[in-house]
């Protein structure tokens, strides 16, 4: 019979709370945490092995190995069996190691006389930054209880080096362990502004204070509710929705709760409780473990399942700490938002009083969060790998919406640095505001309209702010995105019945209902779909489910009762859908005038032009719509083969690529054959510099965030556009992966302003 351990897992967490909270030096007492362990275990060797940087393992403290080899001993991380705990963040038991091929003899540890191997690794937060092991002389295979049980001092262990609770962690004196280094990083600048401000992490890993259970009965029971308000809560989120989900993403969604109800997670929980640890403790400890199985799964599908096993755990540590739902969190003031991602919805749910900028580690320019980032004026710094693991609440950041820059834990000259880069900022602000009563009109005389780019009311006071000549994209998906349920058509009525008084005399363009792609309601079921860029979108949902484009005309059409109503359609891909809705929107004004209701006096109807598709009939639907708006966001990312929100691919084809400029100019010259009304409402709008070049290709309106227009006005303001048209139609024949440095030196020489 092998030994067991000696006084089971409860009796060793005790033990090591004893010790953490004894006196002496960090190294006195991990010395004293593994003479513990190894007696507990009935083992003859423990040993810790945490990581250095450069990939290093090294001994930081052993029971019944040489104590000489403590710190001497340093391998690389593919090296021995501690190597192989590390490659495979999984439990490595042998009852005789030296045979496993792994085996890397250390003859300063004098390790030969140990047959029997067990080393789990030490995990924290997905990654593996340590191993914890235990030898015995005889060749015995540890059981299935002693495993889980080094696993749960593995995690105990793994907070309190991470947490500074066992010994200072700065004594380490490397970056992957020491919290409190300052950080850099370069990301992309997603919304123009400069911040200094103190770190709020968006989900964040909900803190666990307590680890080990003062009572496990008390800590079952509290799993146990927790467990039952989850699945509650659960049931009720997937079966309250209205949107029908078939097929597949019925399967999903099936899975997820599958996985609320999950017997076995559940018995993993109960039994890291009855191993001592608090419910809490419980949750992440068997998180950590299904996270690090789950990532490392060549399966793309089972890694997705981390996600969603994430989600749970976050969700059942909330309603341990007595809040079911996700309350968005009442901010400190001067607040920096730091998470992996985040949804627009999301965003608008802190509201902007207390936040001063965003960073996020998966954002592009034309991601949704970006662009209501840009919406309410909060400087977004997106692609910035790392920075969610690094910062910790609290933390003081420093970040430039223009440059990209992001500085964690920044000293007192960088501090410094960003607050005079701030007070530049307000500066410049103020130098574009100069010119915002001064028409958009170039140097030869030719007025651009310049529009601005809207979607709740919070964008309306910038219409006056920033001087644009009206709305030119209305998205009224955020009004539906930040709501907790589908707005009813009184409530969308008088909601854009507000907008248009807002405009006074200005036009508003609204678009309809924009969902699909990376725009999917919190509270409607959604099918999940393998491209949903290429998916069920825009005006295929209108045209299948043609009571939502028809409620929200309706209330479009009540609204604007005795003046023009520009409506757009998202996403048309030929003639016949455009003509499709088209009926459906003449439906409705019959609707109202059956019933004698209160009509604009005037309806236009334009489409977006996103799909390629519709470039090559662009002459055929001037016939049919009013004007037609590029969305050059979807439009490139289709050209492109793109994906907009993978940061990947996001920035791979510069917007100024040669495609582009011919892709523009055929379809101006189409337009203009047409005779119809052309603009363009994608980001690329808002860029000086390309702005220059879309109105150097006859483009003579633009829609943009409103944060934009002042500078796009100072470049129309300094440019000579005939100049300009015979320089732009030089460069459509050039193979460059990008135009933009020929486009800036030739603004340069011209003294075109370009800021
Ligand atoms: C676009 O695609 O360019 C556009 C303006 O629409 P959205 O960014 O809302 O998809
Ligand atoms: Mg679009």
Redo the contacts with the bound molecule.
């Keep these: 019979m092998p030994p067991v351990a000696a006084g089971g897992p409860r009796i060793l967490l005790r033990r090591l709370r004893e010790v953490m909270a004894g006196q002496g030096s960090a190294q006195g007492r991990l010395d004293k945490l593994v003479t513990v362990i190894a007696a507990n275990m009935v083992a003859e060797v423990c040993s810790i092995y945490l990581r250095r940087a450069g990939k290093v393992l090294e001994l930081f403290a052993t029971e019944g190995l040489n104590p000489e080899a403590v710190h001497r001993t340093r391998m690389t991380e593919g090296e021995g069996l501690v190597g192989l705990v590390i490659e495979t963040g999984e439990a490595v038991n042998l009852s005789n190691a030296p045979d496993h091929p792994r085996f890397s003899y250390r003859p300063e540890t004098g390790e030969d006389p140990y047959h029997s191997f067990l080393g789990v690794p030490i995990v924290r937060g997905g990654q593996v930054f340590g191993v914890l092991t235990v030898q015995n002389r005889a060749a015995r295979q540890y059981a299935e209880e002693e495993v889980e049980a080094m696993q749960t001092v593995a995690m105990v262990l793994a907070e309190l080096v991470a947490q500074g609770t066992l010994f200072d962690v700065a004594e380490l004196d490397e970056p992957e362990l020491s919290a409190d280094k300052p950080l850099q990083f370069k990301g992309e600048g997603l919304s123009d502004g400069v911040a200094v401000g103190t770190v709020v992490l968006h989900e964040p890993r909900v803190k666990v204070e307590k680890m080990i259970a003062d009572d496990a009965e008390e800590e079952l029971a509290r799993l146990e509710d927790a467990i039952g308000a989850l699945r509650e809560a659960v049931d009720e989120m997937l079966s309250s929705s209205d949107l029908d989900l078939k097929g597949e993403g019925r399967e999903i969604i099936e899975a997820y709760r599958a996985f609320a109800h999950d017997q076995g997670w559940r018995q993993r929980m109960r039994d890291a409780v009855r191993a001592g640890l608090t419910a809490e403790a419980a949750v992440e400890r068997v998180q950590d473990d299904m996270r690090l199985r789950l990532s490392r799964a060549s399966d793309p599908i089972l890694r997705e399942r981390a996600h969603d096993f994430d989600d749970l755990a976050r969700r059942l540590l909330r309603h341990l700490a007595g809040s079911g739902h996700n309350a968005m969190q009442e901010l400190p003031p001067a607040t920096v938002l730091v998470a992996r991602a985040m949804g627009p919805a999301e965003l608008l749910d802190y509201g902007r009083d207390r936040l001063l900028a965003l960073v996020l580690e998966e954002a592009a320019s034309?991601s949704?969060v970006a662009?209501v980032a840009k919406a309410m004026g909060v400087p977004l710094v997106g692609s910035t790998n790392g920075v969610a693991d690094a910062a910790r609440p609290g933390d003081t950041i420093a970040v430039d919406g223009e440059t990209g820059e992001v500085h964690l834990r920044p000293p007192p000259e960088i501090v410094f640095l960003f607050e005079n880069k701030q007070a530049l900022h307000i500066d410049r602000a103020a130098h574009f505001a100069s010119v915002r009563d001064l028409p958009a009109v170039t140097k030869d005389g030719v007025r651009i309209k310049l529009l601005m780019n809207a979607g709740l009311m919070l964008d309306m006071p910038n219409l006056a702010a920033s001087g644009a000549d009206g709305i030119g994209?209305f998205?009224t998906e955020l009004q539906f995105m930040v709501g907790e349920t589908m707005p009813r058509m009184q409530d969308q009525m008088s909601f854009y019945r507000d907008v248009l008084d807002a405009a006074g005399d200005k036009p508003v363009v609204f678009r309809t209902l924009?969902l699909g792609g990376d725009k999917v309601l919190p509270y409607a079921r959604w099918e999940r779909e393998e491209n949903p860029e290429l998916g069920w979108r825009a005006i295929r949902i209108a045209l299948d489910r043609p009571a939502l484009l028809r409620i929200q005309v309706r209330a479009m059409l009540q609204a604007a009762a005795g003046r023009i109503l520009r409506i757009l359609l998202?996403m048309v891909s030929e003639v016949a859908e455009f003509n499709a809705a088209r009926v459906l929107i003449d439906k409705e004004i019959e609707r109202g005038r059956l019933l004698s209701q209160p009509l604009p006096k005037q309806v236009l109807v334009g489409a977006?032009l996103?799909v390629p598709a519709l470039a090559f009939t662009l002459r055929q639907i001037m016939r049919s719509a009013d004007f037609v708006s590029i969305?050059?966001?979807?439009?490139l990312s289709l050209v492109f083969a793109v994906d907009r929100t993978n940061p990947r691919v996001a920035r791979r084809y510069d917007t100024l690529n040669p495609a582009t400029l011919a892709l523009i100019r055929l379809i101006v010259g189409s337009a203009r054959e047409a005779g119809g009304t052309l603009s363009l409402?994608?980001?690329m709008a808002g860029h000086p510099l390309d702005a220059m070049a879309l109105i150097g290709l006859g483009l003579r309106t633009l829609s943009m965030s409103p944060g934009q227009i002042g500078q796009v006005k100072m470049m129309i303001r300094s440019m000579n556009l005939a100049v300009v048209e015979k320089f732009v139609d030089k460069l459509c024949g050039r193979t460059d992966h990008s135009l933009r440095p020929q486009l800036a030196a030739f603004a340069a020489g011209q003294g075109i302003v370009i800021k």
């Design positions: 034309t949704h662009i994209l998205r924009d998202p977006m996103e969305g050059s966001n979807d439009l409402c994608g980001e």
